[in-house]
């Protein structure tokens, strides 16, 4: 059993375990997804790369994230760079009492400037820590048609997909200095930037095992950059 919550003290390993941590929001995604969606996808990408890796742990989520941009939404809930910086140390400098080595897996981009910042600091003080994103090649930004497809996958009853309709589906980094100026409120007034029509679960299979595929070969080549993030496997010459 490779979850930390369900198994039992003396099952976890005494020469230390790599621990895989997700990570990921409670924020608006849209009419049709739930706001658990950026956790859902960094705890099945975490899951399914523990599965391929013998000893891995995965710990319970951090569900709570830095979400600010979504502020103008009701049910965010973001707790901002700060607070999440402090939770990560802390979560670490924890896990380093019978831990061998911990990966966060990161769901929400929201989260990177505080994963560079936390996890730089973690590895200054010398823990065997990095982190690796739940980024998909090619995928539209929030709520979109990348998303829905993954979430249509793994938890299909949790899609309302009559509620589904386009946002913004500007390039994000075009929308970027909007985003930072007044919110994803400001330029998607549902909340959706991309166009989730055409999602299907098909889809999102082949997504999800892509990202895993990808996750599972950051972990193993173990390469972090001077951030801590895992590089990617071409990068890494794997």
């Known amino acids: 059993m490779n ?6 003290w003396p099952r976890v390993p005494a020469t230390g375990a790599l621990v895989l941590v997700p990570v990921g929001s409670t924020e608006q995604h849209g009419p049709h997804l739930p706001f658990t969606t950026d956790t859902v996808i960094a705890r099945a990408v975490a899951g399914g790369a523990a599965e391929r ?7 319970p989520a951090i569900a709570f994230g830095n979400s600010g941009e979504h502020a103008g939404f009701p049910g965010t809930i973001s707790i901002g760079h700060e607070a999440l910086r402090f939770v990560l140390i802390e979560t670490m400098r924890s896990l380093a009492l019978w831990a061998r080595r911990v990966v966060f897996v990161n769901g929400h981009g929201g989260n990177v400037r505080t994963l560079d910042d936390a996890v730089a600091s973690l590895r200054a003080e010398g823990h065997d ?3 690796t994103p739940c980024v998909f090649p090619g995928g539209d930004a929030h709520a979109g048609r990348t998303e829905t497809s993954v979430m249509l996958h793994l938890v299909p009853q949790e899609v309302r ?5 386009a946002g913004d589906t500007r390039p994000l980094a075009e929308l970027m200095p909007l985003l930072i100026d007044g919110g994803v409120r400001s330029v998607a007034a549902n909340g959706v930037l991309g166009d989730p029509t055409g999602a299907s ?4 299979r082949t997504l999800l095992g892509a990202l895993i595929g990808e996750t599972v070969r950051r972990i193993t080549a173990f390469t972090p950059d001077a951030r801590g993030r895992l590089t990617a496997a071409q990068e890494a010459g794997v």
Not at 53 to 59: N, S
Not at 201 to 204: I, K, Q, S
């Open 3 to 8: 979850d930390l919550a369900r198994t039992v």
């Open 53 to 59: 890796l013998p000893g891995t742990l995965v710990a």
């Open 129 to 131: 820590v990095a982190w």
């Open 161 to 165: 997909r009559e509620a589904a309709a």
């Open 201 to 204: 679960a098909a889809e999102g």
